[in-house]
């Protein structure tokens, strides 16, 4: 299959078919969810490319929605554009991105050696597209093909708006290429790669970024306020953060928030090295870190009698589909539980879980199992999400992932 990037379809940003939808299906798009399924749709009048700009119909041939078509998706279109007078053009996609980049001023987050998430998809009515700006460079993610067929212009107005030394392109998710017959290599975009890791502020802190290899677009952003939180409990306390990717709370904790000592560890020898690169780039001489499996580490320590002040846990996603969940739901259930027998009275629990099939109350309910479990009372303090660069849409509450709950265990 050619990289998708290559062909953005002809035309002027107007419709060059309508897809109707079943009798009854047309609610959630008056209510501006974006995503239509192609179980929702009747047929396709017309012979739409993939990625072509499509109207969307009532059965009875009502104007819904404008967005984009994708045969290859079981998303068969998404919405971007909810009035017949709005065309999908250069010019659209430019404007879109423009009021993107303007909340994340509005939000503080444009300190030109900060780094911030400039499109959080939905979030930004820009669905299947995310960028995220670290100091002069931007790493952009396409999770949708039709955005990969307009990359030109998206990076077109970003050079614009933003004027990046380089803009790298970075590998969706796993799953996403079947998901959406979606092929793209790594690759910059514009401008150069940087020659090597990129230093990033945050909130004083200094964070090493490494732009082509690191996790996600080189480090996890929808944390930055999470870690902060973090941090004004940490005062005095012994830290262990497990899964700690590049060290954020630890460096975080032990800076900022003055902790005692902290325990890093991840089981990629590769994140621990990071983690390592900036607890030293910080200054923070009382952070250990460790490469190691977290589910036996936690065993390990437990089984050691070790107590800690304070425990995070920030794990990769567990459910990565519904099926998954119940597993998912006792792994979360299992690391929570050791994490309260290894905190020693009135410690304080960061517990996070960026399963987006695992709801608030899902996660909640977990945590009262583990008090039932553990017999130890769990005072919730903070029940946080993704700081406010990650925008979520009030009509595609899907974008809503991350949940981050700090609680003290008297
Ligand atoms: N807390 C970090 C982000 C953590 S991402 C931050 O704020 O930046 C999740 C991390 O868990 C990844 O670095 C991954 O390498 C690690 N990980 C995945 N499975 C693990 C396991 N079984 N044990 C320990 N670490 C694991």
Redesign the pocket.
Known sequence: MPDAAAEEPAGDGLPTATVILKPKRARPFFGRHPWVLDAAVLRVEGDPTDGAVVDLATHDGQFVARGLFNSASRLRVRLYAFDPATKLDAGFWRSRLEAAVRLRRTLGLDAPEGAARLVNSEGDDLSGLIVDRYGAYLAVQVTALAMACRLETICDALCDLVGPQGILLRGAERGLATLEGLHLADRVVRGAAPPGPIFVAERGLRFGVDLTEG??TG??LD?RD??HAAAAYARGRRVL?????????SVACAVAGRAASVLA????A??AALARANADLNGAANIAVET??????LDALKAAGERFGMV?L???KFARSRASLDDALRAYHRINRVAADLLEPGGILVT?S?SGSVSRDDFLEILAGVAQRARRPIQLLECRGAAPDHPVSASCLEGEYLKCVIARVP
């Open positions: 996790q996600k480090s996890y944390q999470n870690r953060d497990m899964f700690c990717y590049a060290g954020g709370f560890v991840d089981s990629s590769k994140a190691a499996d977290a589910f036996e580490k995070v920030d794990p990769p996070c960026c």
